[in-house]
C-alpha cells in the first residue's frame, strides 16, 4: 500500500468517477483502475460498486475511508516534518460531536505557547468506533463519560462534573425554566438512535421517552442529528449541560432528579505524558457548567 493509491482511492471516493479523477491527478482513466485493483488486491475486498453508468463505495470501502484518510495525512506530514529535519511534538485528539469539538480550541492555543512543536491532529469519530481508534493508537486522547468504556487499558482523567439537562428550541415551553425534572417532562421528544451515544446519555433520554406515547416521539442520528431535529421544533431532547461550548441557538435547562455526570479523557496507561496531563488541566480550568438557580415550577407544553 503506497501513497499513490491511497490519493487515488480518497479522490475516486470524492468524485465516484475514475475519468474526473484521471484528470485531477493528470494520470489515464486505466492508470487510476490498476491503482485501485492492486489496492483491493491488497487489502482482498472490493472497494467500490462499478458499472457502466455509476461507481459507488461498497460498505467496506466506507469503512476503509477514514483509514486512508488519516494514513495519507500521516505520511505527507512526516515527509515535510523529516524534510525540514522538524522535531515536532503529535497530539492525536478524538471526539465523538461539535460540543466537544468546540472545547478544543483554546486548549490548543494555550498548549502550543508552552509546546511551540506542538502538531495536533482532531478525529471526529462516531462514538461506535472512537475507542477502537484508541486502542490502536490512532488517537492518543479521546472525550467520553465515566464508564463508557470498559476496557481495561483505558485511563480516565475527569475533567468535571455536569447536569444532564433538557434541551430544546428557545421558542418551546420549557425554555424559560431556570431548572426542571422527569416528571414535567413531557411533549414531543427526540432521541438518539442506540449505539449512536453514550450509554449514560441513551438512558437518560430513555427515562424521558418513556414518558412519552410513540408517536410524539422522534429520532435522530447521532448527536448533530438530534439537535438538528430540536431546532426544527421537533421537541426536547436530554443531553450533558455542557455550558458555553453547547449550541448558542438552543437552550439547556439542568434536569435536577437525575445524577450528575463525569465527563473527562480517556488515554492509554502507557500512554499518559505530561503533555496529555497539561491538556486535562487546562480543559479543567475552562470548563463552567450552567447553574440551576432553584427548583422549576410545573411546566406543561
Same mark, same amino acid.
Given at each position: 500500500?503506497?501513497?499513490?493509491?491511497?490519493?487515488?482511492?480518497?479522490?475516486?471516493?470524492?468524485?465516484l468517477?475514475?475519468? #474526473?479523477? $484521471?484528470?485531477?491527478?493528470?494520470i489515464?482513466? %486505466?492508470?487510476?483502475?490498476?491503482?485501485i485493483?492492486?489496492?483491493?488486491k491488497?487489502?482482498?475486498?472490493?472497494?467500490?460498486?462499478?458499472?457502466?453508468?455509476?461507481?459507488? +463505495?461498497?460498505?467496506?470501502? +466506507? @469503512?476503509?475511508?477514514?483509514?486512508?484518510?488519516?494514513?495519507?495525512?500521516?505520511?505527507?506530514?512526516?515527509?515535510? #516534518?523529516?524534510a525540514?529535519?522538524?522535531?515536532?511534538?503529535?497530539?492525536?485528539?478524538?471526539?465523538?460531536? @461539535?460540543?466537544? +469539538?468546540?472545547?478544543?480550541?483554546?486548549?490548543?492555543? !494555550?498548549?502550543?505557547?508552552?509546546?511551540?512543536?506542538?502538531?495536533?491532529?482532531?478525529?471526529?469519530?462516531?462514538?461506535?468506533?472512537?475507542?477502537?481508534? +484508541?486502542?490502536?493508537?490512532?488517537?492518543?486522547?479521546?472525550?467520553?463519560?465515566?464508564?463508557? &468504556?470498559?476496557?481495561?487499558?483505558?485511563?480516565y482523567?475527569?475533567?468535571?462534573?455536569?447536569?444532564?439537562?433538557?434541551?430544546?428550541?428557545?421558542?418551546?415551553?420549557?425554555?424559560?425554566?431556570?431548572?426542571?425534572?422527569?416528571?414535567?417532562?413531557?411533549?414531543?421528544?427526540?432521541?438518539?438512535?442506540?449505539?449512536?451515544?453514550?450509554?449514560?446519555?441513551?438512558? $437518560?433520554?430513555?427515562?424521558?421517552? !418513556?414518558?412519552?406515547?410513540?408517536?410524539?416521539?422522534?429520532?435522530?442520528?447521532? &448527536?448533530?442529528g438530534?439537535?438538528?431535529?430540536?431546532?426544527?421544533?421537533m421537541?426536547?431532547t436530554?443531553? %450533558?449541560?455542557?455550558?458555553?461550548?453547547?449550541?448558542?441557538?438552543?437552550?439547556?435547562?439542568?434536569?435536577?432528579?437525575?445524577?450528575?455526570?463525569?465527563v473527562?479523557? &480517556?488515554?492509554?496507561?502507557?500512554?499518559?505524558?505530561?503533555?496529555?496531563?497539561?491538556?486535562?488541566?487546562?480543559?479543567?480550568?475552562?470548563?463552567?457548567?450552567s447553574?440551576?438557580?432553584?427548583?422549576?415550577?410545573?411546566?406543561?407544553?
Amino acid at each position: 500500500m503506497n501513497t499513490f493509491q491511497l490519493t487515488c482511492f480518497l479522490s475516486v471516493a470524492k468524485t465516484l468517477n475514475f475519468s #474526473r479523477t $484521471a484528470q485531477e491527478l493528470s494520470i489515464t482513466q %486505466p492508470a487510476v483502475s490498476h491503482q485501485i485493483n492492486t489496492l483491493e488486491k491488497e487489502l482482498n475486498v472490493k472497494l467500490f460498486h462499478r458499472t457502466s453508468k455509476s461507481v459507488s +463505495l461498497t460498505q467496506e470501502g +466506507l @469503512q476503509f475511508l477514514p483509514d486512508a484518510d488519516d494514513m495519507l495525512h500521516i505520511a505527507v506530514s512526516a515527509k515535510e #516534518r523529516l524534510a525540514s529535519r522538524e522535531q515536532s511534538i503529535s497530539l492525536a485528539i478524538g471526539c465523538h460531536n @461539535q460540543a466537544e +469539538l468546540q472545547m478544543i480550541p483554546g486548549i490548543l492555543r !494555550d498548549l502550543k505557547k508552552e509546546y511551540p512543536q506542538l502538531r495536533p491532529m482532531i478525529h471526529i469519530v462516531s462514538f461506535e468506533n472512537i475507542g477502537t481508534l +484508541l486502542e490502536n493508537g490512532r488517537i492518543q486522547l479521546m472525550f467520553g463519560i465515566r464508564g463508557a &468504556y470498559q476496557n481495561p487499558a483505558f485511563c480516565y482523567k475527569e475533567v468535571f462534573t455536569c447536569h444532564m439537562a433538557c434541551v430544546c428550541a428557545p421558542d418551546h415551553p420549557f425554555a424559560t425554566l431556570p431548572s426542571i425534572t422527569l416528571e414535567q417532562l413531557c411533549g414531543e421528544v427526540v432521541l438518539c438512535i442506540p449505539h449512536k451515544i453514550d450509554e449514560v446519555i441513551f438512558q $437518560a433520554q430513555r427515562q424521558a421517552g !418513556d414518558r412519552t406515547a410513540s408517536s410524539l416521539r422522534y429520532f435522530g442520528d447521532g &448527536y448533530e442529528g438530534t439537535l438538528a431535529l430540536v431546532k426544527a421544533g421537533m421537541g426536547y431532547t436530554v443531553l %450533558p449541560d455542557l455550558g458555553d461550548v453547547m449550541d448558542p441557538e438552543l437552550c439547556c435547562i439542568p434536569i435536577l432528579d437525575l445524577p450528575k455526570i463525569s465527563v473527562g479523557i &480517556y488515554y492509554l496507561q502507557q500512554s499518559e505524558t505530561p503533555l496529555i496531563r497539561r491538556f486535562c488541566q487546562l480543559l479543567k480550568a475552562s470548563f463552567s457548567p450552567s447553574q440551576p438557580s432553584s427548583p422549576a415550577p410545573s411546566a406543561h407544553p
